[in-house]
């Protein structure tokens, strides 16, 4: 009869303890499925934010380009034996010798309108330098040197086509200097050692106001 009386405190502590246990236990079970949801809910609010700032700041594939300024390109005209301007915008950076190699490229991409080419369409550059003098240097690959260039005529344009695109204001680079003449090399040689075979080109070129007409 003691012996009963002394294990029923025990027992009364032991379903105590337990159901304390199984309490701590729910409670933290409920903590750990809140937490749950709310790092869910917060992952799905910052998708929602980060898809509407994408959204927002995404360019559309048919938005305008940014305005570039206009350089004036000089192309062979269709019929004549002269030079005919288009305007075209170009990327222009601060460094005179850059905007000068995007304007020989644009030269070498042809014209836009009606006008014909002045430089061929697989032309290379080599080198470009601009030196103090404001002599700028064009070092052309030997793929310029093509059938439809072997005439004088041709090989006119395309010298003056170079002198009076490169030669101009607008390509001259925010505090860097000019470009004043053109000297053309030919696979990094005096051009009248290989090309062209018409005109003697023993020293720079400048624009010549003829190519021009009218």
Partial sequence: MARSREARPKEVMRA???????????????????????LAQRERDLEAAAGATHSSTTVRDDAPAPDHPLARLYFAHPTELRLVAEDRPLAMTDATLENCRAAIRALIDGPAGGAGPSLPAGAHIRALYLLDSGELVVDFARDINTP????????????????????????????????????LLYEGSPAEDGFPDHILLAGPVRPDPRILGG
């Fill in 148 to 183: 439809a260039l072997h005439s004088a005529g041709a090989e006119w344009l395309m010298v003056q086509s170079l002198a009076h695109t490169l030669i101009q204001p607008g390509l001259q680079g925010a505090n860097d200097r000019p470009v004043v003449s053109v000297r």
């Fill in 16 to 38: 105590a303890f337990y159901s304390l246990w199984g309490v701590l236990t729910l409670v933290l079970l409920f903590g750990v499925v809140y937490l749950f949801v709310r």
